[in-house]
C-alpha cells in the first residue's frame, strides 16, 4: 500500500465515531458508579446511563447557573440518555419536598444539549427537570412532590410520553417560548397552580391526557399556538379554570371534557382577538361559570355547556369602536335543558347590565341549540349524560 492510501484510511479511521457506551449506576456498586454526576463526567456524546434501583440523593454545586444552583444530574455532553429501571424503581432527589430546605435543587438539568429520559422518577426538589437546549423527550417518567415538574425552554421540541406529574407545589409543567411541546398520554394530579402553563411557542401538541385534582388545568398566553384533544381535565379549586386561552393565543380545542368541579369554572377565553376553534367538547361548571368570554372570538359549536350552579355563560366585551353588541355566536350547542328561557337566564351578557355599561357589550346568541346531548368521540351517548352532574341546578 502507498504512502498515500496509508494516510487516507488512517485519517478516515481517526474520524470515524467511537461506539456509544452504556454506563452503569447501582447503588450497591455493582455498576461502574454509584453517584449518577461520577457517571455523567465518565460519559461522551451519545452515552447511555443506566440508573438502577434505588433512591439517588448526591447533589453538588454546579458553576453553570449565575445564581448557587445545585443538582443531581446537569447535563453538558450532548446526547445522553438517562434510563433508569422503572419510575417506581429509580428515584433522583429526596424523600420529600421542602420549601425551606436551605440551598436549591434541581434533579435533572441540561442548558445547551439534546437529552433523554426514561423510565425514571424525581422527587422532592425545587425542579424536576430544567432544560435549556434544543431537544427534551421524557418518556414513562415521573415528576412528583416537587415545587416545579419540569420547566423548559427547549428551542426546538419537548416530548412528554406517559409521564406522570404528582404533587407539584407550583406548576407541574411550565413552558416559556419554548415550540413543539407534545404531552401524550400522561398524567396530572394532586397539584397546586396550574397542571401545564405554556407562555409563548408554537405547534403546542396536548393528547390524551388526563388533570385530576389540580387547582388549575391548562393555561397558555403570549400568543401560544396549538391544540389540546381527547383531554379530560377537572380543577378543583376556585380559580384557575380547567381550561384557560390568553393574550393572542390560537388554539384549537376538540373533544374534551373540561370540569369546574363544585367551586371552579370550565373554560376561560380571553385571546384578546385572536380565534378560537372549540368542537366536541364538554364544559361542565362551578358555583362561578361554566365558560367566561372576554374579547376572545370563538368558533363554538357542537358542545356541551353544563352549567354547575353558577352561570353558563359569562360574556365581556369592550364596546370600543362598536355600534352594536357584538354578536357572540354560540349556536349549534347543548346547555343541558330545552328550555329557552333557562338557557337565557344562565347567559350573563350586555342584556344584564345598564345600557351604558362599557364592559359587557356583547350578546351571546344561542339559538338554535342542540335538543340533548351530543355523542362525542372518546364518549359513547350514556356516558356523556353520565357526565352531567344535576346538582346545584
Known amino acids: 500500500m502507498s504512502a498515500r492510501w496509508i494516510v487516507v484510511v488512517l485519517g478516515v479511521l481517526a474520524a470515524a465515531p467511537a461506539s456509544a457506551r452504556t454506563w452503569r449506576v447501582e447503588k450497591d456498586g455493582s455498576g461502574d458508579f454509584t453517584v449518577i454526576y461520577e457517571a455523567i463526567d465518565a460519559a461522551a456524546a451519545g452515552d447511555t446511563i443506566r440508573i438502577g434501583a434505588g433512591r439517588f440523593e448526591e447533589y453538588r454545586l ?13 447535563i453538558t455532553t450532548p446526547g445522553l440518555t438517562l ?23 434541581i434533579g435533572i438539568s441540561c442548558n445547551n444539549d439534546d437529552l433523554d429520559v426514561k423510565d425514571l422518577a424525581v422527587n422532592g426538589l425545587h425542579r424536576g427537570v430544567h432544560f435549556e437546549g434544543p431537544n427534551l423527550s421524557a418518556e414513562n417518567c415521573a415528576f ?38 407534545s404531552i401524550t398520554e400522561c398524567e396530572f394530579a394532586d397539584g397546586l397552580r396550574y397542571a401545564v402553563s405554556g407562555v409563548g411557542g ?22 401560544a399556538h396549538g391544540i ?31 370540569d369546574g368541579e363544585g367551586n371552579g369554572w370550565a ?69 343541558g335543558t330545552t328550555d329557552p328561557a333557562q338557557i337565557a337566564a344562565w347567559i350573563d351578557d350586555y ?10 357589550y356583547v350578546i351571546v346568541r344561542y339559538e338554535p341549540f342542540a335538543g340533548g346531548p351530543m355523542p362525542v368521540e372518546s364518549y359513547t351517548w350514556s356516558e356523556v349524560k353520565a357526565l352531567f352532574r344535576t346538582e346545584g341546578r
Open 267 to 335: 373554560g376561560f377565553f380571553a385571546t384578546n382577538g385572536t380565534v378560537t376553534t372549540v368542537t366536541d367538547c364538554i364544559f361542565l361548571g362551578g358555583s362561578y361559570t361554566s365558560i367566561e368570554v372576554a374579547y376572545s372570538p370563538l368558533d363554538f359549536h357542537g358542545n356541551h355547556i353544563i352549567n354547575g350552579g353558577g352561570m353558563s355563560v359569562r360574556a365581556l366585551w369592550g364596546r370600543g369602536g362598536l355600534q352594536q353588541p357584538y354578536d357572540l355566536d354560540l349556536t349549534g350547542n347543548y346547555w
Open 144 to 181: 412528583s412532590d416537587v415545587e416545579i415538574g419540569v420547566s423548559t425552554w427547549s428551542l426546538e421540541s419537548s416530548t412528554f410520553d406517559r409521564c406522570r406529574f404528582l404533587g407539584a407545589q407550583q406548576l407541574g409543567l411550565a413552558a416559556f417560548r419554548a415550540n413543539n411541546i
Open 228 to 258: 389540546v384533544e381527547r383531554c379530560h381535565v377537572r380543577v378543583t379549586g376556585a380559580n384557575p379554570p380547567a381550561i384557560g386561552l390568553l393574550t393572542g393565543s390560537v388554539f384549537t380545542l376538540q373533544d374534551n371534557v373540561f
Open 351 to 360: 342584556r344584564d347590565h345598564h345600557p351604558m355599561d362599557d364592559a359587557h
Open 62 to 74: 454546579e458553576p453553570d447557573y449565575v445564581s448557587e444552583t445545585w443538582c443531581c444530574a446537569h
Open 83 to 105: 434510563l433508569g429501571s422503572g419510575p417506581e424503581a429509580t428515584v433522583i432527589g429526596l424523600d420529600h419536598f421542602d420549601p425551606h430546605y436551605p440551598i436549591f435543587v
Open 202 to 223: 408554537m405547534g403546542w401538541v396536548v393528547r390524551d391526557t388526563n388533570v385530576h385534582d389540580y387547582e388549575g388545568g391548562f393555561q397558555f398566553e403570549q400568543q
